[in-house]
Antibody
Framework: EVQLVESGGGLVQPGGSLRLSCAASGFIFSTYWMTWVRQAPGKGLEWVAN????????YYVDSVKGRFTISRDNAKNSLYLLMNSLRAEDTAVYYC?????????WGQGTLVTVSS | DIQMTQSPSSLSASVGDRVTITCQASQDINNYLNWYQQKPGKAPKLLIY???NLETGVPSRFSGSGSGTDFTFTISSLQPEDIATYYCQQYDNLPYSFGQGTKLEIK
């Protein structure tokens, strides 16, 4: 059974940093692109970033470029999102999802709250 | 960036009704369109990809059509468990943008 479990969310002050993790199981992690999508409270979905199987290609939405870094460790079946210079507008549930174009499995999400 | 516009934003229908949601892209996206279902407090679920292909295990009452800039998502006979918010998403160009969502309620 495919499982994606996010962790690392929490309350952080504006300007602070946080690293999200996503533990994958039930599939060959190293053969899939992976994606982060976020959802602000009561709002719609926003695609954030994705990463190729070997980590050689990474893409970001403009609003996080230069502040967020997506990475992966295939030996640990894990996906990461390092978030720096956090802003109030980054407050959201962050989901990791399997795939590049058609994200067919999603985790339950982890809530990031940026507030003083 | 490509803008995706869904309509309506909310919809109330009765069990057994045929329900249709539209999604319009700000430029031609070929057929590179997903439809997702999100129930309250849950992660989105992929229902349809490539505009009209049903994801494995998804009931056949769900369907999608369209190409270019105009797309349609249909539930042929609304069931109580279909209450959710539905999103379209284009994957023709980065960033892979979503529509604003359509909240479906039972009348």
């Amino acid at each position: 059974e495919v499982q994606l479990v996010e962790s690392g969310g929490g309350l952080v002050q504006p300007g602070g940093s946080l690293r999200l993790s996503c533990a994958a199981s039930g599939f060959i992690f190293s053969t899939y692109w992976m994606t982060w999508v976020r959802q602000a409270p009561g709002k719609g979905l926003e695609w954030v970033a994705n990463i190729k199987q070997d980590g050689s290609e990474k893409y970001y939405v403009d609003s996080v470029k230069g502040r967020f870094t997506i990475s992966r460790d295939n030996a640990k079946n894990s996906l990461y999102l390092l978030m720096n210079s956090l802003r109030a507008e980054d407050t959201a549930v962050y989901y990791c999802a399997r795939g590049r174009l058609n994200t067919d499995y999603w985790g339950q999400g982890t809530l990031v709250t940026v507030s003083s | 960036d490509i803008q995706m516009t869904q309509s309506p934003s909310s919809l109330s229908a009765s069990v057994g009704d045929r329900v249709t949601i539209t999604c319009q892209a700000s430029q031609d996206i070929n057929n590179y369109l997903n439809w997702y279902q999100q129930k309250p407090g849950k992660a989105p679920k992929l229902l349809i990809y490539d505009a009209s292909n049903l994801e494995t295990g998804v009931p056949s009452r769900f369907s999608g059509s369209g190409s270019g800039t105009d797309f349609t998502f249909t539930i042929s006979s609304l069931q109580p468990e279909d209450i959710a918010t539905y999103y379209c998403q284009q994957y023709d160009n980065l960033p892979y943008s979503f529509g604003q969502g359509t909240k479906l309620e039972i009348k």
